[in-house]
């Protein structure tokens, strides 16, 4: 009895409902190259709230 499933990618024997780590690696990388396009084509509204926030941060420290 086989209680394990099978990676597709690597054919790693894992527990039922354990990720693989080479999926989990990708999907990763999958989601880190998303958020960075993201904030590339919102660079301009991305960057200026985060000025913002420093601008008002060092008006509270000092
Ligand atoms: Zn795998």
Redesign the pocket.
């Known amino acids: 009895m086989a209680y394990y499933n099978t990676?597709p990618?690597?054919g790693?024997n894992l527990d039922p409902g354990e990720p693989?780590?080479?999926?989990t690696e990708r999907k990763h990388r999958e989601e880190f190259y998303k958020s960075v396009t993201r904030k590339k084509s919102r660079n301009g509204q991305l960057s200026f709230s985060f000025s913002k926030e420093v601008t008002g941060y060092e008006k509270t420290a000092y």
Request: proline share 0%; net charge negative; with cysteine.
């Open positions: 990676c990618n690597c790693a693989c780590d080479c999926d």
